[in-house]
T-cell receptor
Framework: GAVVSQHPSWVICKSGTSVKIECRSL??????MFWYRQFPKQSLMLMATSNEGSKATYEQGVEKDKFLINHASLTLSTLTVTSAHPEDSSFYIC???????????????FGPGTRLTVL | RKEVEQDPGPFNVPEGATVAFNCTYS??????FFWYRQDCRKEPKLLMSVYSSGNEDGRFTAQLNRASQYISLLIRDSKLSDSATYLCVAGSGTYKYIFGTGTRLKVLA
């Protein structure tokens, strides 16, 4: 149980284009989803927290107009990187959580990540 | 100062060795603690939660010292397959996770 998928697993795009990444919880309903970014040899940095049906909460320094997050249902959240530039190239990972049931309580389950390369 | 600090390593140990990782966190309001394992170019996978009383799962033992704001992970009888980066996580309210930078472990044959 507690499987999270992400699509696509990798994407290469040209500078200036937009890229959408999907995150789905496959076998549970996630009231809260999180988006992280990880640069090589660095730790995961939380970008934003999204709750189903409401606006995402962005971490300091993350541009909400550049990284658009939509959490339209309890099983799907999307991250759109708008007008991507080479410095946006990174490993983007989503996670889902929010079920108040053991063993999922207070635990985040991670998707397999999306590797974005902007040329 | 980073909110969650770990020794980046790498720790190179022979098979069968016991290895310990330490982690400190600065936010005294942190309520939940975890160890995750991350393989190269993969997502983190939950290794174990860390409870105040300490907990064990097979060869892995986790300890929490709230007074010192310190978490540890002990791996006994290391296997080649334990080679990975181990991420310490402190969570505070509404599942907000702060990750450490990770400690790299390489178990040598």
């Amino acid at each position: 149980g507690a499987v999270v998928s992400q699509h696509p697993s990798w994407v290469i795009c040209k500078s200036g284009t937009s890229v959408k990444i999907e995150c789905r919880s496959l076998d549970f309903q996630a009231t809260t989803m999180f988006w992280y970014r990880q640069f090589p040899k660095q730790s995961l940095m939380l970008m934003a927290t999204s709750n189903e049906g409401s606006k995402a909460t962005y971490e300091q320094g993350v541009e909400k107009d550049k990284f658009l997050i939509n959490h339209a249902s309890l099983t799907l959240s999307t991250l759109t990187v708008t007008s991507a530039h080479p410095e946006d190239s990174s490993f983007y990972i989503c996670s889902a959580g929010g079920l108040a049931e053991t063993p999922l309580w207070d635990t985040q389950y991670f998707g397999p990540g999306t590797r974005l390369t902007v040329l | 100062r980073k909110e969650v600090e770990q020794d980046p390593g790498p720790f190179n140990v022979p098979e069968g060795a016991t290895v310990a990782f330490n982690c400190t966190y600065s936010n005294s309001a942190s309520q939940s603690f975890f160890w995750y394992r991350q393989d190269c170019r993969k997502e983190p996978k939950l290794l174990m939660s860390v409870y105040s009383s300490g907990n064990e799962d097979g060869r892995f033992t986790a300890q929490l010292n709230r007074a010192s704001q310190y978490i540890s992970l002990l791996i006994r009888d290391s296997k080649l397959s334990d080679s990975a980066t181990y991420l310490c996580v402190a969570g505070s309210g509404t599942y907000k996770y702060i990750f450490g930078t990770g400690t790299r472990l390489k178990v040598l044959a």
